[in-house]
């Protein structure tokens, strides 16, 4: 059997942003028929919520829209180590995207590293050399139920996005014609 392709979702402190993204992302993937051949999972920049669930708000929200929340994420810190062993690292915003290639080193593992919202086709075209920050998803930690909600809008706006890219690279990896 062919290796899983790895996807992680990464935000600040893995109880928020990054584990709606994870979860949001499995579902799509499940529903593309391709929940069998990849590997979703979340982690922080910062260990600062090391071992807390996800934000209850944030399951609120994604309860509230019909995605599956199980009570076994706890938050971790992003490693070094992790890096090499995904396909694709899902920055939330520049900041973390920059933490994240700062952590992987130059080469084929930063290059991994691609802004979240890069996959919304309603979000701004950054060309290079221009800022990231305008695909930023915006951390709705300090705000009430709407700023999950604009959370929740913002994933799920890239996700088909993403199962896309996952596809086209599994079809490419694998020799097939992409569908």
Known sequence: MTE???????CTGNICRSPMAEVVLRDRLDAAGLGDQVVVDSSGISDEEHGRPVDRRARDVLAAHGYPVGEGH???QVRATDLPARDL??????QHARALRRLAGSGDVADRVVMYR???PAAP????GQPEHVLDVDDPWY????NF?????????AA?????HVRAALAARDGAPTA
């Open 149 to 157: 909600e604009t959370c929740l809008a913002e994933v799920e706006a």
């Open 74 to 76: 706890r938050a971790r």
């Open 118 to 120: 890069a996959f919304d």
């Open 143 to 146: 705000g009430g139920p709407e």
């Open 89 to 94: 690292v899902l920055a939330m915003t520049a």
């Open 160 to 164: 088909d996005g993403v199962v896309a």
């Open 125 to 128: 075209v950054v060309a290079s």
């Open 4 to 10: 899983p392709y790895r996807v992680m979702t990464v």
